[in-house]
T-cell receptor, first 113, second 112 residues
Framework: GDSVTQMEGPVTLSEEAFLTINCTYT??????LFWYVQYPGEGLQLLLK?????DKGSNKGFEATYRKETTSFHLEKGSVQVSDSAVYFC????????????FGKGTSLLVTP | ETGVTQTPRHLVMGMTNKKSLKCEQH?????MYWYKQSAKKPLELMFV???????ENNSVPSRFSPECPNSSHLFLHLHTLQPEDSALYLC???????????FGSGTRLTVV
């Protein structure tokens, strides 16, 4: 079945550092890919998405490119801020499996001043 | 305002209590979901409703009972829970698979 694998955390970075959180997936057909963010004490918020190969999703300085050849959707940001400290989830949805999103385990990011 | 509202935000209940979690969306979505988020564990999909019909039930114990009276409301009825059921319960809705979900803020449940 479909699955998502993302890098284990926690990731600790200094403010203004470059961020990469790796995400790879296994799926049949043409899935859609998502990054969600969860701030402490809150639910998940959609950060960005890409619905077909070579699409780039972007939001709030974060970017991720849907790479079908490497089955990856890595999250990047050029200069992180303390306010980016949160847990980041990579997710996949696939028309083959109806509506349900398949989530990775989450990567905790801590940005220090 | 996320578009998906969950109440209550926090709930403490004894193992013999009966309580209900409520989720409401006014986004015009036609699918709604319950997820369980426990510390150190991945998000667990519990139930999926599409057009008010339950389409998925991932081997969830019968002490959790969902109800979807219309496309805007979703409930999770709880009875005789165990301490290991303590978790953040998240509701979400979606219109189609490639748009992704809109999540509520969750209900933090503690079973004592």
């Amino acid at each position: 079945g479909d699955s998502v694998t993302q890098m284990e955390g926690p990731v600790t970075l200094s403010e203004e550092a470059f961020l990469t959180i790796n995400c790879t997936y296994t799926a049949t057909g043409y899935p859609s890919l998502f990054w969600y963010v969860q701030y402490p004490g809150e639910g998940l918020q959609l950060l960005l998405k890409a619905t077909k190969a070579d699409d780039k999703g972007s939001n709030k300085g974060f970017e991720a490119t849907y790479r079908k050849e490497t089955t990856s959707f890595h999250l990047e940001k050029g200069s992180v801020q303390v306010s980016d400290s949160a847990v980041y989830f990579c997710a996949l949805s696939n028309s083959n499996s109806g509506y349900a999103l398949n989530f990775g385990k989450g990567t905790s990011l801590l940005v220090t001043p | 305002e996320t578009g998906v509202t969950q109440t209550p935000r926090h709930l403490v209940m004894g193992m013999t209590n009966k309580k209900s979690l409520k989720c409401e969306q006014h986004l015009g979505h036609n699918a709604m979901y319950w997820y369980k988020q426990s510390a150190k564990k991945p998000l667990e999909l519990m139930f999926v409703y599409s057009l008010e019909e339950r389409v998925e039930n991932n081997s969830v114990p019968s002490r959790f009972s969902p109800e979807c009276p219309n496309s805007s409301h979703l409930f999770l009825h709880l009875h005789t829970l165990q301490p290991e059921d303590s978790a953040l319960y998240l509701c979400a809705s979606s219109q189609d698979y490639f748009y992704g979900y809109t999540f509520g803020s969750g209900t933090r449940l503690t079973v004592v």
